[in-house]
């Protein structure tokens, strides 16, 4: 009778002991979820709290009224249809500089030499373009600087050389010269370009890759290319009547864009 009555007993007490865990984990439970339901009232008050009557600052580029929209119709034009604004763009570019090329002098217009600009710059938008978009998805290192003097370096000594070799050698081609005759051309005009090209288009694809942003590149370059295409139809010219092109572009004082990346 007694080993009973000390199993009751023990039994009890185990009993007691469920029962007194039950009770906390119910209380633990409640207390939990009155937190929970406090913090999701204070961030229900907080979002109903009305947020000071700050105007936010509009930046310099929104101020620009129909220019803006104008860059932001290039840009819409540009996600959508990469390509056929591209080409438009270089026919823009190539028309102006062979243009205003061919005022230089005073001599009479050929639209001979405008359509064999605007083939050039038709067929070569393409690859250009997706140039540009290969440097700018590649050679993206931990180092911005390292990473932009690479494009630029890369820049400089594979499209440069071919496209001016390109330009020069189908102007020669197009206006019925000979292969001897369009390798002299390259000969005489390449160089020089490459040499005035130096003094430009670093400093240009420099602050285009570092703070210009993809879609607008081409619109940023090809402001200074249209200058540029002035140039190399002015020099083509100057080759096709025979006598050496004698042009010193200035280079462009180099902003100071090391400490500006690095901030």
Known sequence: MAVCSELRAAFRRQVSLLQGLRVRHRRAVHHTSNNARTTEEA?????QIAAPNVVPKVSIFLRLGPLTRAFQAYGRAQRKRPYVTQVCTSLF???????AAQSIGGKEYDPKRTARALLIGGTSSIPSFLW???LSNNFNYSSRILSLLTKVVLMQTCFTPVFNTYFFGMQALLSGATLPEAWERITKTVPTSMYNSVKIWPIVMGINFAYVPLAYR???????????QT???????MAEQGGAAVVHVQPIAAPRMEQQIAA
């Open 132 to 134: 540009v978009q290969y």
């Open 231 to 237: 140039y190399l139809s002015y020099l083509n010219r």
């Open 218 to 228: 081409s619109v940023f370059s090809g402001g200074i290319a249209v200058g540029w």
């Open 93 to 99: 570019i190539f028309t102006c500089g062979d243009l």
């Open 43 to 47: 961030q229900q008050l907080a979002s």
